[in-house]
Protein backbone atom coordinates (compact mmCIF):
# COMPACT_ATOMS: atom_id res chain seq x y z
CA UNK A 1 0.00 0.00 0.00
CA UNK A 2 1.52 3.58 -0.61
CA UNK A 3 0.37 6.56 0.68
CA UNK A 4 -0.09 9.46 -0.87
CA UNK A 5 -0.66 13.23 -0.35
CA UNK A 6 -1.07 16.29 -2.32
CA UNK A 7 -0.78 20.22 -0.93
CA UNK A 8 -0.38 23.40 -2.37
CA UNK A 9 -3.64 24.24 -4.15
CA UNK A 10 -5.54 27.65 -3.69
CA UNK A 11 -6.88 30.14 -4.49
CA UNK A 12 -5.13 32.21 -7.36
CA UNK A 13 -5.72 35.40 -10.06
CA UNK A 14 -5.67 34.77 -13.74
CA UNK A 15 -1.73 34.61 -14.59
CA UNK A 16 -0.58 33.69 -11.35
CA UNK A 17 1.47 30.56 -10.52
CA UNK A 18 1.08 27.81 -8.06
CA UNK A 19 3.17 24.97 -7.03
CA UNK A 20 1.89 21.75 -5.72
CA UNK A 21 3.62 19.00 -3.65
CA UNK A 22 2.74 15.47 -4.14
CA UNK A 23 4.47 12.91 -0.76
CA UNK A 24 4.33 9.43 -1.56
CA UNK A 25 5.57 6.52 0.42
CA UNK A 26 7.85 3.89 -0.09
CA UNK A 27 11.27 2.57 -0.04
CA UNK A 28 11.25 2.57 -4.04
CA UNK A 29 10.04 5.92 -5.28
CA UNK A 30 12.32 6.56 -7.75
CA UNK A 31 10.95 3.70 -9.56
CA UNK A 32 7.34 4.76 -9.90
CA UNK A 33 5.33 6.33 -11.69
CA UNK A 34 3.96 9.33 -10.29
CA UNK A 35 1.41 11.42 -12.34
CA UNK A 36 -0.46 14.59 -12.19
CA UNK A 37 -4.45 14.41 -12.88
CA UNK A 38 -7.47 17.31 -12.43
CA UNK A 39 -11.13 17.12 -12.27
CA UNK A 40 -12.73 19.64 -12.96
CA UNK A 41 -16.65 20.27 -11.89
CA UNK A 42 -18.82 18.32 -13.94
CA UNK A 43 -15.99 16.60 -16.57
CA UNK A 44 -13.94 13.79 -16.02
CA UNK A 45 -10.88 13.13 -14.13
CA UNK A 46 -7.83 14.09 -17.70
CA UNK A 47 -4.19 13.65 -17.18
CA UNK A 48 -1.98 16.42 -16.46
CA UNK A 49 1.39 15.67 -16.31
CA UNK A 50 3.49 12.23 -16.01
CA UNK A 51 7.16 11.87 -14.82
CA UNK A 52 9.08 8.68 -14.97
CA UNK A 53 12.78 9.93 -14.25
CA UNK A 54 13.90 13.14 -14.25
CA UNK A 55 13.75 13.50 -18.22
CA UNK A 56 11.03 11.45 -18.54
CA UNK A 57 7.79 13.69 -18.67
CA UNK A 58 4.47 13.70 -20.67
CA UNK A 59 1.78 16.88 -20.68
CA UNK A 60 -1.33 17.38 -22.00
CA UNK A 61 -1.29 19.42 -24.56
CA UNK A 62 -3.51 22.51 -22.55
CA UNK A 63 -0.92 22.84 -20.07
CA UNK A 64 2.73 22.48 -22.31
CA UNK A 65 4.71 25.67 -21.72
CA UNK A 66 3.12 26.63 -18.62
CA UNK A 67 3.39 23.63 -16.11
CA UNK A 68 6.34 21.68 -15.32
CA UNK A 69 6.60 18.55 -13.64
CA UNK A 70 9.31 17.28 -11.46
CA UNK A 71 10.42 15.07 -8.90
CA UNK A 72 12.66 14.67 -5.93
CA UNK A 73 13.29 11.26 -4.86
CA UNK A 74 15.61 12.20 -1.90
CA UNK A 75 12.16 13.86 -0.36
CA UNK A 76 9.57 10.87 -2.36
CA UNK A 77 7.99 14.16 -3.60
CA UNK A 78 6.77 15.50 -6.63
CA UNK A 79 5.84 19.00 -7.96
CA UNK A 80 3.69 20.37 -10.23
CA UNK A 81 4.68 24.40 -10.93
CA UNK A 82 1.56 25.81 -11.91
CA UNK A 83 2.38 29.15 -14.67
CA UNK A 84 0.05 31.94 -16.74
CA UNK A 85 -2.99 30.00 -14.84
CA UNK A 86 -6.59 30.51 -16.14
CA UNK A 87 -9.87 29.97 -15.41
CA UNK A 88 -10.17 26.52 -16.97
CA UNK A 89 -7.79 25.34 -14.54
CA UNK A 90 -9.81 25.27 -12.07
CA UNK A 91 -9.97 22.04 -10.73
CA UNK A 92 -9.48 19.25 -8.12
CA UNK A 93 -5.92 18.48 -8.56
CA UNK A 94 -4.94 14.70 -7.80
CA UNK A 95 -1.25 13.21 -7.44
CA UNK A 96 -1.13 9.00 -8.49
CA UNK A 97 1.61 6.92 -7.87
CA UNK A 98 2.25 3.92 -9.42
CA UNK A 99 4.97 1.19 -8.25
CA UNK A 100 6.39 -1.25 -11.18
CA UNK A 101 3.86 -4.12 -11.71
CA UNK A 102 1.42 -2.53 -9.26
CA UNK A 103 -1.94 -0.34 -9.35
CA UNK A 104 -1.80 3.21 -8.88
CA UNK A 105 -2.64 4.83 -5.59
CA UNK A 106 -4.62 8.05 -6.17
CA UNK A 107 -4.33 10.97 -3.35
CA UNK A 108 -7.22 13.01 -1.83
CA UNK A 109 -6.69 15.57 -4.25
CA UNK A 110 -5.93 19.26 -3.94
CA UNK A 111 -8.26 22.30 -5.02
CA UNK A 112 -6.86 25.30 -6.87
CA UNK A 113 -9.23 27.83 -8.18
CA UNK A 114 -8.23 30.33 -10.72
CA UNK A 115 -10.67 33.65 -10.83
CA UNK A 116 -10.44 37.38 -10.08
Known amino acids: QVQVAESGGGLVQPGGSLRLSCAAS????????MGWYRQAPGKQRELVAT???????NYADTVKGRFTISRDNAKNTVYLQMNSLKPEDTAVYYC??????????WGQGTSVTVSS
Open 96 to 105: NARPISSEGY
Open 26 to 33: GSSFSTYV
Open 51 to 57: IVTSYGT
